[in-house]
């Protein structure tokens, strides 16, 4: 990839890692630099099984998705969707329905560029560049797209740790929630150094040097995101905890990632 630049999109930045490009490597992904794949490499070794983490992180938005599919939800918005890679919200939800309507967001321009190659042909599924801190900009290309009188998904999947204090993620968090129309499911996830806070500071530290800096919070925190949602059974917890499928994972604590699934309810 690195030789053959012709589809690299205007205004990536090939010289600092970027966490979009960073997480699709430790995924396992192809859609990333030279410059990323140090990065991770440095990231598995302040922080070892960052990578086996981000994969957990991956697992619980099928998990979520499924449970929204079951629970009859057919649109989704993903707001920091990242590089695209298998298993995919569309990719989910249209097995299930190919009628259902997917929203991917992310500010990051090698993400969505992928994405739109890969969405060409899907009716029903679409990315729109945005910032997340930009809730009325954002919300209202959504609405171009989904339905807001009707259910939706909102994922928030390793993202609000990439906001700054300064910008008050909790706050912007808020406004999407208000948004979302009764019936609604919002998923999120947040590194939390909890468990790890000596190997948390370090990763924090590296990330501080790419395009992304992350603010790991507590699980208190995390859990307050979801506020005036009533959470869906087993809570916020680390994502493996958050009902698994048959695997069982010693120390789930050690994969970074505290989040959950809440739903709005008629007040």
Known sequence: MDRDTNWIPDGADL????????YDCLLGGAHNFAVDRQFAAKAKQVFPGVDVACRANRSFLRRAVMFGLDAGVRQFLDIGSGIPTVGNVHEIAQEVDPAARVVY???????????????????????????????????A???DSLDFSEPIMLLMLALVHFIPDSAGPAELVARYRQALPTGSYLAITHATGDARPADMSKLEALYATSSNPAVARSRAWITGLFDGFELVDPGAVFVPQWRPDNETLDNPENYIFFGGLGSKRAS
Do not use: F, G
């Not at 010289?15 to 960073?22: E, G, H, K, L, M």
């Open 141 to 143: 290309h959504a609405r």
């Open 105 to 139: 967001v992310d500010n990051e321009a090698v993400a969505v560029e992928h994405s739109k190659l890969i969405l060409q042909d899907n009716e029903h599924a679409s990315i729109i560049r945005a910032d997340m801190c930009q809730p009325d900009d954002l919300l």
């Open 15 to 22: 010289d600092t890692p970027s966490a979009a490009r960073v």
